[in-house]
T-cell receptor, first 116, second 116 residues
């Protein structure tokens, strides 16, 4: 069973508009949650993370995500996007396997396209 | 500069011709991992290494081999490549093999492999 679901494969948006990229995870996984960003022709970079504590986490470039345990979601939001935010965004969660080993599981990705 | 490097960045080869993709990190990281990225599937882990001489299978290890003789290097070997191994490959590393640090991964720029 898939552990991470990114509900939108592509999200087109105009510059300066708000955006939300949705991520849901199955309740069987552990609750370390991450968003990674992949700019064109580059590797992935960690954007933000939830490990514990405050359920609202923020990145240095204006993105934020909120861990919602009851809805098993970790949606990524930005109130006003820039052209430079055009990238693919991956939600990732840790999953505990038998024997106690944890692994990072990635969603299929959401391609954010910001238009002028 | 702290980084993960991969070589080559692009490779076109024929079925059955052995190849190696190199990965090196200069951050003294314990944990290293190989992923493949395919459209609609996100990133899937091929192999990982908790430390020198400690490697284990990920989710899609068939057709691949790895070794970790030195802490900084983690090459990916395809003994007899097949067309279904055409993909974008990423090497990643993280500071520690334990705790939440394992999931804060630094990615290389990727290797695009085409097997004809």
């Amino acid at each position: 069973a898939q552990s991470v679901t990114q509900l939108d494969s592509q999200v087109p948006v105009f510059e300066e508009a708000p955006v939300e990229l949705r991520c849901n995870y199955s309740s069987s996984v552990s609750v370390y949650l991450f968003w990674y960003v992949q700019y064109p022709n580059q590797g992935l970079q960690l954007l933000l993370k939830y490990l514990s504590g405050s359920t609202l986490v923020k990145s240095i470039n204006g993105f934020e995500a909120e861990f919602n345990k009851s809805q098993t979601s970790f949606h990524l939001r930005k109130p006003s996007v820039h052209i430079s935010d055009t990238a693919e965004y991956f939600c990732a969660v840790t999953k505990t396997y038998s024997g106690g080993y944890n692994k990072l599981i990635f969603g299929a990705g959401t391609r954010l396209a910001v238009h002028p | 500069e702290a980084q993960v490097t991969q070589n080559p960045r692009y490779l076109i080869t024929v079925t059955g011709k052995k190849l190696t993709v190199t990965c090196s990190q200069n951050m003294n990281h314990e944990y290293m991992s190989w992923y493949r990225q395919d459209p609609g599937l996100g990133l899937r882990q091929i192999y990982y290494s908790m430390n020198v001489e400690a490697t284990d299978k990920g989710d899609v290890p068939e057709g691949y081999k790895v070794s970790r003789k030195e802490k900084r290097n983690f090459p990916l070997i395809l003994e007899s490549p097949s067309p279904n191994q055409t993909s974008l490959y990423f090497c990643a590393s993280s500071l520690s093999s334990t705790g939440a640090q394992r999931y804060e991964q630094y990615f290389g720029p990727g290797t695009r492999l085409t097997v004809t």
